[in-house]
Nanobody, 123 residues
Framework: QVQLVESGGGLVQAGGSLRLSCAAS????????MAWFRQAPGKEREFVAG??????YYADSVKGRFTISRDNAKNTVYLQMNSLKPEDTAVYYC??????????????????WGQGTEVTVSS
């Protein structure tokens, strides 16, 4: 079992920044694939950013604005979000799964999920 706890969400004005954190426990964090997804009201959960080993991958909508990073010593993955837009408003979820050699982008490819943290970007 893996427990994931997100934090760092909140209300921010357009153009602002937030950093989300996801603390993991229960398995070998450094060998796990980690990702951030988000889900806006009335929409499906969508991939935002993923990390495995030294590879990262981003959705086109956040490329150049968001950065995923991980601190294996702290079993924590981060999502630095800059130049936020109202369309970034969503509940953001951390996910963990088996490293299969590529960055997975579909929700059903991940085995464990956090409870989510809400991000609201005002215009």
């Amino acid at each position: 079992q893996v427990q994931l706890v997100e934090s760092g969400g909140g209300l921010v004005q357009a153009g602002g920044s937030l950093r989300l954190s996801c603390a993991a426990s229960g398995r070998a964090f450094s060998s796990s694939a980690m990702a951030w997804f988000r889900q806006a009201p009335g929409k499906e959960r969508e991939f935002v950013a993923g990390s495995r080993w030294i590879s990262t991958y981003y959705a086109d909508s956040v490329k150049g604005r968001f950065t995923i990073s991980r601190d294996n010593a702290k079993n924590t993955v981060y999502l630095q979000m800059n130049s936020l837009k109202p369309e970034d408003t969503a509940v953001y979820y951390c996910a963990a799964g088996v490293d299969s050699g590529y960055v997975k982008t579909k929700p059903d490819e991940y085995d464990f999920w956090g409870q989510g943290t809400e991000v609201t970007v005002s215009s």
